[in-house]
């Protein structure tokens, strides 16, 4: 089977940064993803690594390290429209079954 | 062409009724995928298909449930003999070859409430 484990919630200062961390278990690993959820929205794709690293997109950049199994999503200079849910997916076991964490709510406060 | 277009975005049903969703993807990707959503919880996976061909489907998609996409560009998904536990917000997904199913375009979403 495979697995994604989540902080379901985290607190935050409007302009700070934020680590938000996914360990996974998982057959036959390609890659791990990060999708972004207002309530009552569409999860809205953030960024994908496949390879051991850091992937920097704005404000937001995602790591991962294959042989721990970890990936994290960093938020920095926190604005109140990050508050949403964040999912770590991960692709693996059939080839195209992307397969989702619980989620972390993130509340950015003032 | 906007995005992911699902229909109905919420349908009330009555249990024991059939209810059928339908999505039309973005429309020159040829991966459509179809999850399911409570609250609190990630999008579980459902089916998938590449053009017309349904190519996985998890065993969360009990005989109740079909999916089909006959020409490769809409899809419908339809539950038969609803149930209480039937209740979710079902989203479609679809993503171009190439992305591997990582970088997937969702849908609002059909909320579906099953009394």
């Known amino acids: 089977g495979q697995s994604l484990e989540q902080p379901s919630e985290v607190t935050a200062v409007e302009g700070a940064i934020v680590q938000i961390n996914c360990t996974y278990q998982?057959?036959?690993?390609?890659?791990l993803s990060w999708y972004q959820q207002h309530d009552g929205g569409a999860p809205t794709f953030l960024s994908y690594?496949?390879?051991?690293g850091l992937e920097e997109t704005g404000r937001f950049s995602s790591f991962l390290s294959r042989s721990d199994s970890y990936g994290y999503l960093l938020l920095q200079e926190l604005q109140m429209k990050d508050s949403a849910s964040y999912f770590c997916?991960?692709?693996?076991?059939?080839?195209?079954?992307?397969?989702f964490g619980t989620g972390t709510k993130l509340q950015v406060i003032p | 062409d906007t995005g992911v277009s699902q229909d109905p975005r919420h349908k009330i049903t009555k249990r024991g009724q059939n209810v059928t969703f339908r999505c039309d993807p973005i429309s020159e990707h040829n991966r459509l995928y179809w999850y399911r959503q409570t609250l609190g919880q990630g999008p579980e996976f459902l089916t998938y298909f590449q053009n017309e061909a349904q190519l996985e489907k998890s065993r969360l998609l009990s005989d109740r449930f079909s999916a089909e996409r006959p020409k490769g560009s809409f899809s419908t998904l339809e539950i038969q003999r609803t149930e209480q536990g039937d209740s979710a917000m079902y989203l479609c997904?679809?993503?171009?070859?190439?992305?591997?199913?990582?970088?997937?375009?969702f849908g609002q979403g059909t909320r579906l409430t099953v009394v």
């Open positions: 690594n496949a390879l051991d």
């Open positions: 997904a679809s993503s171009p070859d190439g992305t591997g199913g990582t970088e997937a375009f």
């Open positions: 998982t057959s036959g690993f390609y890659g």
């Open positions: 997916a991960a692709r693996g076991g059939g080839y195209q079954k992307v397969t």
